[in-house]
């Protein structure tokens, strides 16, 4: 079945230690997201690709980075968590940015920062 | 500023009918979605609207204005598994979806 996967489902680590959150897609759309999603809250976008084009939420913190090195992947770096940044990170993929272009949702990666 | 209104919880009872609304303001329109996410899962798509009126798909129909700014999202037959929260989702001219904070559904037996 054509997919989003997000490794890992749980990811634990310490203040100020830099983690990767990997997502992969099956699905051969041009676009990936990255949100974040904290309890009760909306998704906030971080960034998004289009094809390799890399599209900056104006504000984005400077701690999050992201790559995309081909059509499948995505990553997402944090440089140095803080404990604002546990929440759940969620990849999303689109075949477009227009319209009706309905994003797919991974399951999500939830981090907890000690 | 874009935003979007929706209220935070809900509550319905089992087999009935329960319609969640949604009010927009965004920098043009392109269109509106609803999606369903389970606690501590991934949103998944339930509808998109552009055009005004009702469409229908399955126990689920959402609607639309534009010119009042407007949708609910109206659910049939209540399951206890439609306890979700329903996230409502405007695309803007720059077709960026500005995402309301999700309705908690609540459904009581």
């Known amino acids: 079945d054509a997919m989003v996967i997000q490794n890992p489902r749980y990811q634990v680590t310490q203040f100020g230690k830099p983690v990767t959150l990997s997502c992969s897609q099956t699905?051969?759309?041009?676009?990936m997201y990255w949100y974040q999603q904290k309890s009760s809250q909306a998704p906030k976008l971080l960034f998004h690709?289009?094809?390799?084009?890399?599209?900056n939420e104006a504000d984005t913190p400077d701690n999050f980075q992201s790559r995309r090195p081909n059509t499948s992947f995505c990553f997402l770096d944090i440089r140095s968590p803080g404990l604002g940044d546990a929440a759940m990170y969620l990849c999303?993929?689109?075949?477009?940015?227009?319209?009706?272009?309905?994003?797919?949702f991974g399951p999500g990666t939830r981090l907890t920062v000690l | 500023g874009q935003n979007i209104d929706q209220p935070t919880e809900m509550t319905a009872t089992e087999g009935a009918i329960v319609q969640i609304n949604c009010t927009y303001q965004?920098?043009?329109?392109?269109?509106l979605f609803w999606y369903q996410q389970h606690a501590g899962e991934a949103p998944t798509f339930l509808s998109y609207?552009?055009l005004d009126g009702l469409e229908e798909k399955g126990r689920f129909s959402s609607f639309l204005s534009r010119s009042k700014g407007y949708s609910y999202l109206l659910l049939k037959e209540l399951q206890m598994k439609d306890s979700a929260s329903y996230l409502c989702?405007?695309?803007?001219?720059?077709?960026?979806?500005?995402w309301g904070a999700g309705t908690k559904l609540i459904i009581k037996p």
């Open positions: 999303a993929t689109s075949r477009g940015t227009s319209g009706s272009n309905e994003q797919f």
């Open positions: 989702a405007a695309m803007d001219s720059n077709y960026q979806l500005i």
């Open positions: 690709y289009y094809d390799k084009d890399f599209n």
């Open positions: 699905l051969n759309h041009n676009v």
């Open positions: 609207n552009v």
């Open positions: 965004t920098s043009g329109f392109n269109g």
